[in-house]
């Protein structure tokens, strides 16, 4: 495998909740009214520190998606997943986002979460109207 690079961000940040590694940045986060079959999920417009894994349709709660898994570079858990393409005109904007699930990510405030350990992939991207 070779040498992790990892991106240190400044300021605040949401973080893996399994291992600290930062992901994103409060300024990138474009919605928190997302669900995924887990609970509630944000919508960011960048995230660092992951890896992609393959593309695969699913059928979300707003439509068919082309979408991929994310991981933790450091730990491997999946932390959400990435748009690639919406089919619907209507979720467009979604394209290239991503999605952390809040049960995977911590805000540097809440560091005194408890750890679960989950590897099924993320199913949902239910959107509170």
Request: include cysteine; charge should be neutral.
């Given at each position: 495998?070779?040498?992790?690079?990892?991106?240190?961000?400044?300021?605040?940040?949401?973080?893996?909740?399994?291992?600290?590694?930062?992901?994103?940045?409060?300024?990138?986060?474009?919605?928190?009214?997302?669900?995924?079959?887990?609970?509630?999920?944000?919508?960011?417009?960048?995230?660092?520190?992951?890896?992609?894994?393959?593309?695969?349709?699913?059928?979300?709660?707003?439509?068919?998606h082309?979408?991929?898994?994310?991981?933790?570079?450091?730990?491997?858990?999946?932390?959400?997943?990435?748009?690639?393409?919406?089919?619907?005109?209507?979720?467009?904007?979604?394209?290239?986002?991503?999605?952390?699930?809040?049960?995977?990510?911590?805000?540097?405030?809440?560091?005194?979460?408890?750890?679960?350990?989950?590897?099924?992939?993320?199913?949902?991207d239910?959107?509170?109207?």
């Open positions: 495998m070779g040498r992790i690079f990892v991106v240190e961000l400044d300021g605040r940040s949401y973080r893996c909740k399994f291992c600290r590694t930062h992901l994103a940045l409060p300024d990138d986060l474009v919605s928190r009214s997302f669900h995924c079959r887990r609970g509630k999920a944000y919508l960011f417009n960048n995230a660092v520190n992951i890896t992609v894994g393959a593309l695969e349709e699913r059928v979300m709660l707003s439509g068919m082309t979408v991929a898994d994310i991981f933790c570079c450091c730990c491997g858990q999946i932390v959400g997943w990435k748009y690639e393409a919406a089919h619907e005109k209507s979720q467009k904007y979604k394209e290239g986002k991503f999605v952390l699930e809040r049960g995977r990510i911590v805000d540097e405030i809440d560091f005194s979460s408890e750890v679960y350990i989950d590897t099924r992939p993320s199913m949902s239910g959107e509170d109207a």
